[in-house]
């Protein structure tokens, strides 16, 4: 079991080049809990939640302070299964969440965004197989949902889009502290735009080093 909590206070600073006015963030509390262990002789389950939550900003203009709203508060939950399925084998399903509670204007310097209230929820699996000593094949499947209010008013959260993805990482360990990794994805779905289903997919493929002192 795991507790934490931090405190972030940002400094103002003056956003705008040949502006007077000045932004002042307003300051972060995050609140972290989380759960680990095993449920089996072969199996590690893992649970964690965030809540953060942050003040409203203030914007001085000719030596006034004028209280703006910010980013709001967000609830960030993580749960993830991990079954062994032998030597140099295991699957893993996990989810996630993610919840903007409060709509919010937040001020920029080309005028004011809306930040209305939000979710986001994803599912996935991933299986790591050990083809050799050196060398982990990870295929890996991952659907998300993603969901917002049309406006900073209480309307119900309405679809923004869905997406399929799916890929595999080949990953050759190099020496003991670093290794080769190479990743391969698809994505398909779609995003709502106007109250139309709009279709995207593409490829990704990536290289990096990977460092682990």
Do not use: C
């Not at 996630?96 to 204007?105: N, T, W």
């Not at 050990?130 to 990870?138: I, N, R």
């Not at 959260?157 to 990743?183: F, P």
């Amino acid at each position: 079991l795991g507790l934490g909590a931090t405190f972030k206070q940002p400094m103002g600073y003056q956003p705008v080049l040949g502006e007077t006015s000045q932004l002042r963030p307003g300051g972060e509390v995050r609140v972290r809990a989380g759960l680990e262990g095993p449920v089996a002789r072969r199996t590690y389950l893992r649970a964690a939640a965030i809540w953060a939550g942050t003040s409203k900003d203030r914007i001085g203009v000719g030596g006034v302070d004028a209280t703006q709203n910010g980013v709001g508060s967000r609830l960030i939950t993580y749960l993830s299964l991990n079954q062994g399925l032998g030597a140099a084998k295991s699957f893993t399903l996990y989810g996630f969440d993610v919840l903007r509670g409060q709509p919010q204007l937040e001020q920029t310097a080309v005028g004011a965004a809306v930040l209305p209230r939000g979710n986001l929820l994803a599912m996935g699996a991933r299986l790591d197989l050990g083809l050799a000593p050196k060398t982990t094949v990870s295929p890996r499947a991952e659907w998300r949902s993603s969901a917002a209010a049309p406006d900073t008013s209480g309307a119900p959260l309405q679809q923004l889009g869905v997406s399929l993805r799916l890929g595999a990482d080949v990953r050759q360990r190099m020496s003991r502290a670093t290794s080769l990794v190479l990743q391969g994805g698809w994505t398909s779905g779609h995003v709502v735009q106007a109250g139309q289903q709009v279709s995207l997919s593409g490829y990704r493929l990536a290289l990096h080093l990977e460092l682990a002192p």
